[in-house]
């Protein structure tokens, strides 16, 4: 499937520009767009727990606490159909979905490209990098190219973007390095960019760099030491008889 220039529409932008994405757990921020790319012409979507629990990087115990969030705010709700002998969880999206022509629909609706979900990327990021991230997207407008991944250099307000997704400026700033890194966030003198072409599902954006630097230095200084070292009675010569 060709997922390049397709994106899922969420009424999210004027929540997360006044700060309502900090009242969000992790797991209803990482599971939602999961759903909203799965979301068939019925508004319903059926994936798997193992699926959603995938690309949306949580376990299956957090899945739960997520999808009763996104239940309770009345996002989503739950009911269970039999299918092919089976039972499946059908999710149905009731959030406001956009129409051609809907008033105001520019500062209602969120643009997730949905290779960014389907490739794994959105899975590897960790719950901040989610958060800010999806900020951003929250502010950026319409480029010539008409995805919606430009923000203009002069809405650039980082320590403003921090304080909406419940981060430390400095915690932020790191953030977006992760995300230049991973050629999700482009800084230019006229605006950031954040751009994503399906080509990009082979970066990602590691959870715990310093975590995972530390494991790799700590496996190198096991297989270091875990040469033979010749015991006492190998060293020392037994007396001729």
Known sequence: MNTGNQ????PWRAQIRSGGLRA???AAVSILPVL????????????SQTRIASLAGVSKTTLGAGLRFLVEQGWISLTKRKTFRAWHTVYRMEYLHYRKGYPA???????LPYA???????GKMSGATKRLYLVLRAHCVASDGGDGSFLPIGEVHP??????????????????????AAHLLTMEAEGWFLPFEEGQARHSVPRH????????????VR??????????RHTVPRPRH
């Open 116 to 122: 960014l979900v389907l490739s794994g990327v959105w």
């Open 105 to 111: 629909a520019a500062s209602l609706f969120l643009a």
């Open 159 to 180: 320590r403003e973007f921090a304080d909406m997704a419940g981060l430390h400026p400095g915690a932020a700033r790191k953030i977006r390095g992760r995300l230049e």
């Open 7 to 10: 994106f899922a529409l969420i």
């Open 24 to 26: 969000w757990p992790d």
């Open 209 to 220: 760099l310093k975590k995972r630097r530390k494991r790799a230095i700590q496996y190198r």
């Open 36 to 47: 909203a790319v799965h979301e068939s012409p019925l508004l319903e979507a059926w994936p």
């Open 223 to 232: 297989k270091e030491t875990r040469r033979w070292v010749p015991s006492p």
